[in-house]
């Protein structure tokens, strides 16, 4: 594998640590800001809505660019928006470089696939793209439980410093290594995506992606209030918990990439959902054990990203029949989707938190993923009755 495609690994992991990093931070900065959880949790929110945003519509909005140019400017903007963070003075500060650094990960997200494959054989695609995106699952196992140990340790301003240094290092090897003819896809309009928004069966599933994610995020947003107010866990702790996580996580994915090339995606995600509902459902009375909360942690990360490639295989499946001349746009709104979810799902969880409490949050979020499970089921029944079997690789990596 080249070394630019290792520039784009490294991107992917800074721009995966700032994305989830935040959640291990929640009550350092509800406390050092002075906001509450619910509002600490809106930045969460606030970064997924951007890439929701930044995926489609910056994408087709600078389709024209070259790509290295692009790449480039991608990383400069995102070092930005850290950098901003960690000079923000205030909560709407803060917010707006979230938001900032939120359209940056959008697009970057969106071109890199294309990146990633025009950097090697056409043999080698696929371990490219994966290569590229392990960075996303890399972040998970490490720059996040990091991240959260450096924030409590010095303040939440050096993790956002830590991960500008990161932006930093990505724009020197994107710039330096990455071929300044590197080819692009056909642009695609944003008359394009909307075509394909006009699918009802690639709407179902986006809303599954939405509400298997929403439901995750509902609870996960908070979980370091919970370790630390119900389970009685030191802030210190809570990066230990998150490495746990992460761990698991990284595992659970691949596991979820195996099911459904043995189930086919429809039934994996049935599986999945299924199970990540009666895990968000155990921790609502597991979090005041330490030891019972632990293996509960452990459980949900290898379930709640084990969804991801059975969602992308089978957007891609029905893109194939509905959309076929817009497959690419298809699988990137379900890039959009997943952070819709996530968006809505911290919200949701702010709410919750503010008016029922901490402990409300994994018994909703569990009803939420049941009402994936009944969409996923759903879908399930219109193959059948359609006459179409949903079997199929599912190679694809962690991209949300």
Known sequence: MPLALWALTLAAFAIGTTEFVIVGLIPTIAASLGVSVPSAGLLVSLYALGVAIGAPVLTALTGRIPRKQLLVGLMVLFTIGNLLAWMAPGYGTLMGARVLTGLAHGVFFSIGSTIATGLVAKDKAASAIALMFSGLTVALVTGVPLGTFIGQSFGWQATFLAVSLLGVVAIVGCAVLVPANIAGSKPSSLLTQLAVLRKPRLLLVYAMTALGYGGTFIAFT??????????????????????????????????????????????????????????????????????????????????????????????????????????????????????????????????????????????????????????????????????????ARADLPLAA
Request: a positive charge; hydrophobic letters at 60%.
């Open 222 to 391: 908070y979980l370091a209030p919970i370790l630390q107010q119900v389970s009685g866990f030191a802030a210190s702790t809570v990066s230990l918990v998150m490495l746990v996580y992460g761990v698991s996580v990284a595992a659970g994915n691949i596991w979820g990439g195996k099911l459904a090339d043995r189930k086919g995606p429809v039934r994996a995600l049935q599986i999945v959902f299924a199970l990540l509902a009666v895990v968000l459902l155990v921790l609502t009375f597991t979090a005041a054990s330490k030891v019972l909360v632990l293996i509960t942690v452990l459980a949900w990360g290898a379930v709640a990203f084990g969804n991801v490639p059975g969602l992308q295989v089978y957007v891609v499946q029905r893109a194939e029949r509905d959309a076929p001349q817009a497959v690419d746009v298809a699988s990137g709104l379900n890039i959009a989707a997943f952070n819709v979810g996530i968006a809505l799902g911290a919200w949701g969880g702010g709410l919750i938190v503010a008016h029922l409490g901490l402990m409300a949050t994994p018994w909703i979020g569990a009803l939420v993923v049941l009402g994936a499970l009944a969409l996923t089921t759903l879908a399930g029944w219109l193959d059948r009755r359609d006459g179409i079997a949903s079997g």
